[in-house]
């Protein structure tokens, strides 16, 4: 798999960091029980991709209080980069209230109004990136006008110098005014992307496109190279537009479905850089980079929590 690739690419993950308060149980007397977990998708896929050996780094804000250093101490503690972590006075680090059912799946809220996350300064974050080989965002840092002009900017910033820009579009409804918003501006910032990871459920609202590899078609038309749509325990399909493919995923007993997407693209996204970027990629490297993930991601969904649950390189090989 390239483990010691001498061109081998650094990501650097931008958004949200923040604090999982995730159901753990229900007492007799019916009241809810949580743990804090530390989450936000562009930091579990960091954490993801640096246990999997690969060189990660963070770059998002979090408040001047516990929670942002329990944080940044864990990012550190997983060997992520945290050099371009910026920490605000003038909100709470944010919190995400994630409900977990009898299957596994998950629903959220959020104290977010604003929560530090939305408070990222663009040049300092674009000075703090200027070193990667990939930049990862996802869509939770798009839902109010000052954080998603931010994005736009570093992003379009980073993609004229050079790197790889991975987009993860995670549908977060309550965090919207309304799904015809969502959808302007989750689209919007598609052409960004060279590479994109979907849910299946996430198909017809990022393409208009239910099938997957119909919606991978939509997105490719808009300049995305490589396109990932995952498909939960049944795995996941890939398309380069000229090379596409289903793998199979592993069947596991589910104890929390959060932060299992974001391993399969932290996973997926440390193979890509070991190997050093895209060029030229086969079939064969891309079915076996997407079977490492979905084994990642499988391990994560048996276990509780995001971060916590996420597997280390030798739990795969």
């Not at 549908?171 to 919007?188: G, P, Q, T, V």
Request: with cysteine.
């Amino acid at each position: 798999m390239g483990y010691n690739c001498p061109m081998a690419l650094k990501i650097t993950t931008l958004g949200e960091v923040l604090v999982d308060l995730t159901q753990t149980s229900v007492s007799e007397n019916g009241i809810i029980n949580f743990t804090a977990n530390p989450g936000g998708a562009p930091a579990n896929a960091a954490v993801a991709a640096s246990r999997l050996g690969a060189e990660s780094a963070f770059i998002g804000c979090v408040g001047q209080d516990s929670f942002g250093k329990y944080l940044s101490d864990t990012l550190k503690e997983n060997k992520v980069d945290i050099s371009g972590l910026q920490v605000t006075d003038n909100a709470s680090t944010t919190i995400a209230v994630v409900t977990v059912d009898e299957t596994g799946e998950r629903s959220f809220s959020f104290l977010r109004k604003p929560g530090a996350d939305m408070l990222l300064d663009a040049d300092r974050a674009i000075a703090s990136a200027r070193n990667t080989g990939i930049l990862h965002f996802g869509s939770v840092s798009l839902t109010s006008e000052e954080p998603r002009n931010t994005i736009k900017k570093i992003v379009s910033t980073l993609k004229e110098d050079g790197a790889i820009i991975t987009y993860d579009p995670n549908y977060r409804a309550s965090l919207w005014e309304n799904e015809a918003e969502a959808i302007k501006y989750m689209r919007e910032v598609i052409p960004f992307a060279d590479i994109m990871k979907i849910s299946d459920e996430e198909t017809l609202l990022l393409t208009g496109e239910k099938d997957a590899k119909k919606a991978s078609l939509a997105l490719h038309s808009q300049g995305v190279k490589l396109v990932l749509v995952t498909l939960g325990s049944n795995g996941a399909f890939f398309s380069t537009g000229s090379i596409a493919g289903t793998v199979p995923g592993y069947k596991v007993k589910v104890a929390d479905t959060n932060g299992a997407g974001d391993t399969f693209f932290g996973a997926f996204l440390s193979r890509i850089a070991l190997r050093g970027g895209i060029d030229n990629i086969t079939e064969k490297e891309l079915k076996e980079y997407v079977d490492f993930a979905n084994k990642a991601a499988s391990i994560t969904a048996s276990r509780r929590g995001a971060i916590p649950a996420m597997p280390y390189l030798g739990e795969i090989l």
